[in-house]
């Protein structure tokens, strides 16, 4: 079966530090995958969408990067975090589109 | 604009009782329709989901969802709440790449 890991669970960054979080997917191929954003009480903002290694789309123009260096893993980075980048950040995989997405548990990431 | 409406933010069911969440969607084709469930700290877990075919769809935990394209709706049912049901609501809809949520419906159950 398939499964997808999001690291860390929590994480406290200060103003203007870098930031990488990790998802990886196991039990699949050439998957579609996204990072989410989710505010406190607000719905799910798509930020970055990949359909293969290298490729990477950007919904939302920001602070924000993200890379697949491999097919099931997915990056999402920062040089310089801004106190808006907090948040629940979501990972998410399907097998190709419009089809169901399957979430990771998140990362809560507190910029202070 | 491609989007999936959530008319109510909050909802308060007493145990036992049915309970019916509202979507509402706009697309210029019938999109593909999905309902997902997120409890506090947690991430969405897909309830059930609408691709054609059968106006009512069956999901998991007792839940199912009628497709109403007169309506434009996509509301989510379940006949019986249990405590564990309280959690937050998504409906999301796609036509491609892209999933669009709703802003959500938080539900709780009161004894």
């Known amino acids: 079966s398939q499964t997808i890991h999001q690291w860390p669970a929590t994480l406290v960054q200060p103003v203007g530090s870098p930031l990488s979080l990790e998802c990886t997917v196991e039990?699949?191929?050439?998957?579609?995958l996204y990072w989410y954003r989710q505010a406190a009480g607000r719905g799910l903002q798509l930020l970055f969408y990949s359909v293969g290694i290298g490729q990477i789309s950007s919904e939302v123009p920001q602070n924000l990067s993200a890379s697949r260096p491999q097919d099931r893993q997915f990056i999402l980075s920062s040089k310089k975090l801004l106190l808006s980048d907090s948040g629940f950040y979501l990972c998410a995989w399907s097998v190709g589109d419009n089809q169901p997405q399957h979430f990771g548990d998140g990362t809560r990431l507190s910029i202070l | 604009a491609q989007s999936v409406t959530q008319p109510d933010i909050h909802i308060t069911v007493s145990e036992g009782a049915s309970l019916e969440l509202r979507c509402n969607y706009s697309y210029g084709a019938t999109p593909y329709l999905f309902w997902y469930v997120q409890s506090p700290g947690q991430g969405l877990q897909l309830l059930l989901k609408?691709?054609?075919?059968?106006?009512l769809v069956q999901g998991i935990k007792g839940f199912e969802a009628e497709f109403k394209r007169s309506q434009s709706s996509f509301n989510l049912r379940k006949p019986s709440v249990h405590w564990s049901d309280a959690a937050e609501y998504f409906c999301a809809g796609s036509n491609d790449y892209k999933l669009s949520f709703g802003a959500g419906t938080t539900v709780t159950v009161r004894a």
């Open positions: 039990g699949t191929s050439n998957p579609n």
């Open positions: 609408y691709f054609s075919g059968d106006t």
